[in-house]
């Protein structure tokens, strides 16, 4: 039962233009969203988070946007640059789990940035 | 001086093996993470500790047994490798158990049973 869903496997864009990386989450206890990038042979970095009292949450060339009463969030990118051709991980979390906060990820979308 | 690092980079063992993971984080952190990458790319929480105490245990065979010497290490002993094993692990960290602080990744081990 995967609670978080990455339904595009992949995505392909044209350099400077826009990347939109759509999540969907059953959890409605979800509270806390993360979004990390991974590049081949390393471990994923974190990107920018959002919190569920928020709709919006910007970081330069990167905006999340959240969606509760669809479970849905996305992160744009623009203008979208070759360095950003990587996988790229929804996580969400219910932060009143007590110690048991653990992440739950979608299993990535790959982004391809064509030069 | 990289913040999460993990050893080795490769392993590749028989079946009915035993081994062992090391990850050591230099950022401070009080919390660490073992995950498992499977063939579908699907990234699952194995065990996390905090201030050395374990926290987090989940539905993993208890031939996997996590280890915390101390708040900047987390290793990850195997006993009787499986092939269904065979995947990439990764350690991570971060400041607070209950916190939103965002977790740092090793660039993974990855795990071949033959």
């Known amino acids: 039962d995967q609670q978080v869903k990455q339904n595009s496997p992949s995505l392909s864009v044209q350099e400077g233009r826009i990347s939109i990386l759509n999540c969907d989450y059953t959890?409605?206890?979800?509270?806390?969203f993360l979004w990390y990038k991974k590049y081949p042979a390393e471990g994923p970095t974190f990107l920018i988070s959002?919190?569920?009292i928020k709709d919006k949450n910007e970081d330069g060339r990167f905006t999340v946007f959240l969606n509760k009463s669809a479970k849905h969030l996305s992160l744009h990118i623009v203008p979208s640059q070759p360095g950003d051709s990587a996988v790229y991980f929804c996580?969400?979390?219910?932060?009143?789990?007590?110690?048991?906060?653990?992440?739950?990820w979608g299993l990535g979308t790959s982004l391809a940035v064509n030069p | 001086d990289t913040a999460v690092s993990q050893t080795p980079k490769y392993l590749v063992t028989q079946m009915g093996n035993d081994k062992s993971i090391k990850c050591e984080q230099n950022?401070?952190?009080?919390?660490m993470y073992w995950y498992k990458q499977d063939s579908k790319k699907f990234l699952k929480i194995m065990f996390s500790?905090?201030?050395?105490?374990?926290?987090i245990n989940e539905t993993v065979p208890n031939r996997f047994s996590p280890k915390s010497p101390d708040k900047a290490h987390l290793n990850l002993h195997i006993n009787s490798l499986e092939l269904g094993d065979s995947a990439v692990y990764f350690c991570?960290?971060?400041?607070?158990?209950?916190?939103?602080?965002?977790?740092?990744f090793g660039d993974g081990t990855r795990l071949s049973i033959l």
């Open positions: 991570a960290s971060s400041q607070g158990a209950i916190s939103n602080q965002p977790q740092h």
């Open positions: 950022l401070g952190h009080d919390t």
């Open positions: 500790y905090n201030n050395k105490e374990l926290i």
């Open positions: 959890n409605s206890m979800f509270d806390y």
């Open positions: 959002i919190s569920s």
């Open positions: 996580a969400a979390r219910n932060s009143n789990a007590g110690n048991n906060r653990k992440l739950i």
